[in-house]
């Protein structure tokens, strides 16, 4: 590949984030003449608490210990909790009533959809019961789920496996995010994961598949590994061992001989959980932990419910604990807080009938991320010049190739079309790829050409208006809905023209080209990221002054002013009056509450001057055509010459003087 020429490489612009946009930098004025500045207002639209979404998995214990713990629950077969018929009067459990509670509470707040996952040896009757190509993972409250939660009360079963009951929440919600990742993932951001995880004990069964060690874990030392449950059955807590194919209550999945429900497990199921907030761009994940610890209720059982809570040993040794519930419920809380910590969650107790009838689900946080909408960027992007070390070079079809590179001929570029080949690449992507077979003089297989018969009469489109066609998002893999793919504040096509990763974000403080002045700052100067142009910087950086005011529609709207703007004379086209500069302004828009990754609702507006020295300045004054909040529209409004030739404001190659 022919290297690049250095006009080319001193030539490549676009903005930066709102930390800074009231300009502190000097600016050497060079020819007044040549400046111009451009003000208006933009505002924000009110906020929308709908689109927000707050998603809620309830996890709730069904193991048989419940039914003396959280009465009366019943195993539905002649099992343990069936013959002793446990109630203490009680014609709900403590945990139903907590959760109905909670389901009246949400079904004011039409932004929050909620899963049941009950769970004993396995989950079990999770709600909404997914089915189907594209199963439906969350629901509004409503009578289907009351029943759900009516009938838990008859459903207990045997084990209490948190490691099922968490690996199933992670599944539950990572399949949710890529779904609407791919379908609206710019929901994500304003989106809130809960979990909510309710046990009335420890892990059961905990099997480890070392059954050598000199010591393990008990109520004075959890963070070791746990010997194998006691009251798995002999010989040999032969769940945990010996392989029963009979067995009815074998954990799916399990693996005889192996770890189950050992600490590591447990925390990095709830470690995948919250690390699912970044790797996704969710507004927020968190898991929470609830036990019920009911001793009173076990001990007025007696000694038939001796072993509820399991026996338990002391290292080394081993020697007996007398009272299992001392170690069960130092172990359990332990255990919960842990998994809280790692989910940062919080973790609450209720103990004893007492503070069982006062469990109270509603209490944890479920507020959806909805706040008023805050300006996320302002960027004035010049589409008539390309910055050069000095000044602002000429690129006549605004595609990034500045004139003089299109007119070396090397490439067959044409400076007066941005996408010479017509195939969905403009010129400056093509030349920038040509090491990957890309020529901006002939087709590309990957791009559109109407008479082949992979794309048949095909038109290349620029979806969500951020400067790249639906064949350059589907090459560059950037998400064809989105301006910003990567939500750093800086539309994509604004990264691809300097060759950088529009999936990447600018980090605060990144300096591609090491010249001082981050990426972000550079973008929002109009000088270029990828080259050392401090001289253009001091003289032609742009100039940004601002000021909000809310309205009482909780909007709110910018005053704003960009100043020294340079204006450069292109080459006449088709025959017209040459010196035609096109200037773009872009705004972004995004929730307070999480303005620096939030994808930001972005729109955008136009205008035209035209300088042609010595006689030809439009406008004549210091300022282009103010612009108003009407005058920003959605960007693929204005993403293409035609479009910008008939609306941008100012006066026009194509129409004169708007």
């Known amino acids: 590949m022919k290297a690049l020429p250095a006009s080319f490489i001193a030539a490549l612009v676009a903005v930066g984030c709102t930390d800074a946009l009231v300009e502190k930098r000097q600016v050497q004025d060079i020819n007044v003449d040549n400046r111009i500045a451009i003000a208006g207002r933009v505002c924000t639209t009110p906020p929308d608490p709908s689109g927000f979404p707050v998603k809620v998995v309830l996890v709730v214990d069904q193991s048989g210990s419940m039914c003396v713990s959280d009465p009366p629950g019943s195993q539905g077969n002649m099992g343990f909790c069936q013959v002793n018929g446990f109630n203490q009067g009680n014609m ?29 040896t396995n989950v079990k009757g999770v709600w909404p019961q997914p089915s189907g190509m594209n199963p439906q993972r969350f629901g509004r409250p409503n009578a289907e789920l009351d029943d759900r939660l009516n009938a838990l009360q008859s459903e207990l079963g045997k084990g209490t496996d948190y490691q099922g009951a968490l690996a199933y929440a992670y599944s539950l919600i990572a399949s949710d995010i890529v779904e609407t990742e791919a379908t609206t ?54 769940f945990c061992n010996i392989v029963d194919p009979d067995d009815a209550d074998a954990i799916t999945g399990y693996v005889r001989g192996t770890d189950r429900n050992q600490n590591y497990q447990l925390f990095s199921y709830v470690k995948q959980i919250a690390e699912l907030k970044d790797q996704y761009n969710v507004g927020d994940v968190r898991l929470h932990t609830v036990l019920m610890f009911n001793e009173e209720a076990v001990r ?12 338990y040993v002391r290292w080394p040794g ?118 990957d077979g890309f020529r901006p003089d002939a087709k590309d297989g990957r791009g559109c050409d109407p008479a082949s018969p992979l794309t048949p ?12 066609s639906q064949f350059a998002e589907a090459y560059l893999k950037t998400r064809p809905t989105l301006v910003d793919s990567d939500a750093d504040g ?15 974000r600018l980090a605060n403080g990144i300096d591609t080209d090491g010249d001082g002045t981050s990426d972000n700052e550079e973008f929002r100067l109009g000088s270029n990221p990828i080259a050392r142009d401090v001289p253009f910087q001091q003289k032609n950086a742009m100039q940004f002054a601002l000021e909000s005011e809310v309205q009482g529609d909780d909007s709110v709207c910018y005053d704003f002013k960009v100043s020294n703007l340079e204006m450069v004379t292109p080459p006449n086209r088709a025959g017209l009056t040459q010196g035609y500069n096109l200037f773009k302004v872009w705004f972004a828009e995004a929730p307070e509450s999480g303005v620096a990754t939030d994808y930001g609702v972005w729109k955008a507006a136009c205008f035209w001057t035209q300088y ?33 030739d008939t609306t941008c404001l100012g006066i026009s190659p194509a129409r004169g003087t708007r």
């Open 185 to 238: 993932p710019e929901v994500l951001p304003r989106t809130r994961y809960i979990v909510v995880f309710l046990t009335d004990g420890v892990p059961f069964p905990r099997c480890s598949g070392n059954d050598n060690l000199t010591q393990y874990a008990d109520d004075l030392n959890p963070e070791l590994t746990w010997q194998d449950s006691f009251g798995a059955g002999p010989p040999n807590m032969n």
């Open 300 to 311: 007025a059982c007696g000694p038939i419910c001796q072993d509820i809570y399991g026996r």
């Open 318 to 435: 081993p020697v007996m604990v007398p009272d299992g519930a001392i170690s069960a419920k130092a172990i359990a809380k332990w255990t919960l807080q842990q998994l809280a910590q790692r989910g940062n969650g919080t973790y609450q107790e209720f103990s004893n009938f007492a503070g069982l009838a006062q469990l109270n689900l509603g209490a944890l946080d479920y507020a959806s991320l909805a706040s008023r909408n805050v300006m996320k960027n302002l960027l004035v992007q010049p589409l008539s010049s390309e910055p050069g070390l000095e000044k602002r070079e000429v690129d006549t079809d605004g595609d990034g190739l500045i004139d003089a590179f299109d007119n070396d001929f090397s490439h067959n570029t044409n400076k007066n079309f941005p996408d010479s080949d017509d195939d969905g690449f403009d010129d400056n992507f093509e030349v920038r790829r040509f090491d």
């Open 92 to 120: 709900q459990p403590a945990r139903v009533r907590a959760m109905q509670r909670l389901l009246q509470q949400f079904r004011s707040q039409p932004n929050v959809q909620v899963a049941l996952v009950p769970f004993e």
């Open 490 to 504: 800086v539309p994509d096509g604004m990264e691809v023209r300097y060759g950088l990763d529009p999936k990447l």
């Open 612 to 644: 042609d020295p010595p006689s030809v300045r439009i406008p004549a004054g210091p300022e282009g055509p103010p612009l108003s909040n009407s005058d920003f529209v959605a960007p693929q409004n204005i993403a293409t010459p035609a479009q910008y």
């Open 457 to 468: 009469n095909c038109r290349s489109r620029d979806t969500d208006g951020d400067g790249l």
